[in-house]
């Protein structure tokens, strides 16, 4: 199992410190240096105050961010969680995803969604009902772009007339592709262009709030995990070939109880398949956060 940390800034209750740079580089460094494999970001470019007060989090521009953890660290992973393609032009996502791929010395992870809140996208610009058929043209564009960077592309709401000069990453042929969501229409998208996926095991209500469908169980979890190594086999891909991410939420570890929980949730869903571990952390300060990531690290011998 392998383990990737949410930046606790995207908290809702998180302490403002988290925000300064000062707190930001030591969390990069400390993430790195008691084993996490990688340190994750969403994307929000204009989420409504509306959703902000009923708990959604506030974000860093991942890109900037991950760029500035690249600066700080050697070696952990830099993953967008989730980087919304229908918000971008797909030649801006290459060219974001590219350069924060090749200032990193190639550590991308690019996990990515298709959005969930309507006010978001009418801020940004983008028809909210669109955002499904844009995110599977988005998807197959910058697959294209960064595989075939010397061929001009055209799609609905973008048109490369002459040959493009546009920066290769690092990573060949592109880096790791991961996509969010619960749907069968998620499970054939990893299949065809995808290097991980990133489901959520939820209750319904959470599903439902970012639009996808629901994973409430390990043993559903189980099933969808089956669909995928049929779909991946039939795609003449390796069943194993794919990561699954799936997240925990931060918990007391002074309470049995809550550790209990923690391992045995560990222990199912890696028994169904999922190779990696999102963490939600302490994000009260800057030194709980900390302890708690030294405290995760040491409980699941990551070092």
């Known amino acids: 199992m392998n383990f990737t940390v949410e930046f606790p800034s995207d908290v809702p209750t998180a302490d403002r410190e988290l925000r300064q740079p000062t707190a930001m580089r030591a969390l990069a460094i400390h993430a790195e240096g008691v084993g996490f494999d990688a340190i994750a970001l969403a994307d929000h470019p204009a989420p409504s105050a509306k959703w902000r007060c009923a708990g959604g989090h506030n974000t860093f521009d991942p890109a900037v961010a991950l760029a500035f953890f690249a600066a700080a660290t050697s070696t ?103 996509i969010g969501g619960n749907s069968p229409a998620t499970l054939r998208r990893v299949a065809a262009h995808g290097s991980g996926w990133c489901p959520m095991v939820n209750p319904a209500a959470v599903a439902s709030s970012v639009r996808t469908a629901a ?44 550790v209990d929980s923690l391992d045995r949730f560990v222990s199912a869903i890696g028994d169904v398949g999922a190779t990696r571990i999102l963490a939600h952390v302490d994000a009260t300060s800057v030194s709980a956060a900390e302890t708690y990531m030294k405290r995760f690290a040491d409980h699941f011998a990551m070092g």
């Open 76 to 178: 952990i992973r830099l993953m967008t969680h989730l980087w919304v393609l229908p918000f971008r032009n797909p030649y801006l996502t290459a060219k974001t995803l590219t350069s924060l791929d090749e200032v990193s010395g190639g550590r991308l992870i690019a996990g990515v969604g298709a959005g969930y809140l309507r006010s978001e996208f009418a801020a940004l610009g983008v028809e909210f009902d669109d955002r499904v058929a844009l995110f599977d043209e988005y998807l197959a564009a910058l697959r294209e772009i960064w595989l075939h960077p010397d061929r001009p592309l055209t799609g609905t709401t973008f048109a490369a007339s002459a040959e493009p000069a546009v920066n290769s990453p690092v990573q060949m042929p592109h880096p790791p592709l991961w």
């Open 215 to 258: 994973i409430e169980t390990v043993d559903d979890l189980a099933r969808s995990v089956d669909k995928l190594r049929h779909l991946l086999a039939d795609a003449s891909r390796d069943p194993g070939g794919v990561e699954i991410q799936v997240a925990v939420p931060a918990i007391d570890f002074d309470d049995a109880a809550a």
